[in-house]
């Protein structure tokens, strides 16, 4: 880890997924206190770039590096908060909700302190209350519906109190008083200097949190710029922002992007 080094840098990222190019050469640099909204149409290589950045999918051409490490040499995992796009963890294992917020917390464990502080149970109890899971923490989180889920997701990665949180649609079939909470939740870690990569199709109540927007197409970047400004007709209440205009670059607007 070289000190002084980027939160997530790729360099002509290629991936390769069943023969097929799926991203061809990112370039993507991802300041400390950003708030990056990666947005782009369904397939458009969203969900294998986060993944990509994180070491979780190999790229066939092209370097990432974490905090200046490649993700295969990196160790400070616990600087890391990862909410992939769907339920994968317990499957088939009965983990409550609260033992699946835990285990955010495993890549701070040590060899000198392997068992649960109170520290530990402290940021679990912070991370349950935030997400407004402390109610079913003792529940199966299989039983729980699928915003339910996504909720927990989001609580392991708070739990792990990282630096930089990755998340995969975040908001996606979460209700809109959750997505409320979550958009002051990523607020305070915002104002404390964290770093949030998203994807998302729809921004909501997360969007005056943006920073900078980067758009995907085909595997590629296709526009990259200031977050989308809420004026007009989009500060109407119950306008549905679909974001034509969701990034516009200094250099112009961002008018060939449609999302699917
Ligand atoms: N494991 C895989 N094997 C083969 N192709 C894959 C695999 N995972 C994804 N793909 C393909 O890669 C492309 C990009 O998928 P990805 O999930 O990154 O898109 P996305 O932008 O996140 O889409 P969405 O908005 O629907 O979540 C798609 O065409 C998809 O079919």
């Known amino acids: 880890m070289s000190a002084g080094a980027p939160p997530l840098a790729m360099t002509g990222g290629r991936v390769r997924l069943d023969g097929r190019e799926v991203l061809r ?16 149409a369904n397939g458009s290589g969203k969900s294998t770039l986060v993944r ?15 905090y200046g490490s490649p993700p295969a040499r990196f160790r400070a995992w616990h600087r890391i908060g990862y909410v992939p796009q769907r339920l994968t963890v317990g499957g088939g294992v009965p983990a409550t909700v609260r033992e699946v917020v835990a285990s955010g917390r495993i890549a701070r464990r040590s060899r000198l302190r ?25 529940q199966p989180a299989q039983r729980l519906s699928g915003g339910q889920q996504q909720r927990v997701l989001i609580a392991r990665a708070l739990a792990g109190e990282p630096d930089v949180f990755v998340m995969d649609e975040p908001t996606a079939g979460v209700d809109a008083a959750s997505q409320a909470a979550l958009a002051a939740t990523l607020h305070d870690l915002v104002r404390q200097g964290r770093t949030i990569v998203l994807v998302a199709h ?20 296709a526009h990259t710029g200031a977050p ?33």
């Open 25 to 40: 050469g990112i370039d993507l640099r991802v300041e400390a206190g950003e708030v990056l909204a990666l947005l782009g």
């Open 202 to 221: 729809e921004l909501g109540p997360l969007e005056p949190l943006i920073t900078r927007a980067v758009v995907l197409e085909e595997g590629r970047i």
């Open 114 to 138: 392997p068992f649960a502080t109170a520290a530990d149970r402290a940021a679990v109890q912070r991370a349950l209350e935030q997400m407004g899971l402390a109610d079913r923490a003792g």
């Open 52 to 66: 990509a950045l994180l070491g979780l999918v190999p790229l066939s051409g092209g370097r990432t590096e974490i």
């Open 228 to 260: 989308p400004a809420p004026e007009g007709d989009c500060a109407r209440p119950g306008h549905q922002h679909q974001h034509p205009h969701a990034a516009e670059t200094a250099s112009g607007s961002l008018t060939h992007w449609n999302p699917a």
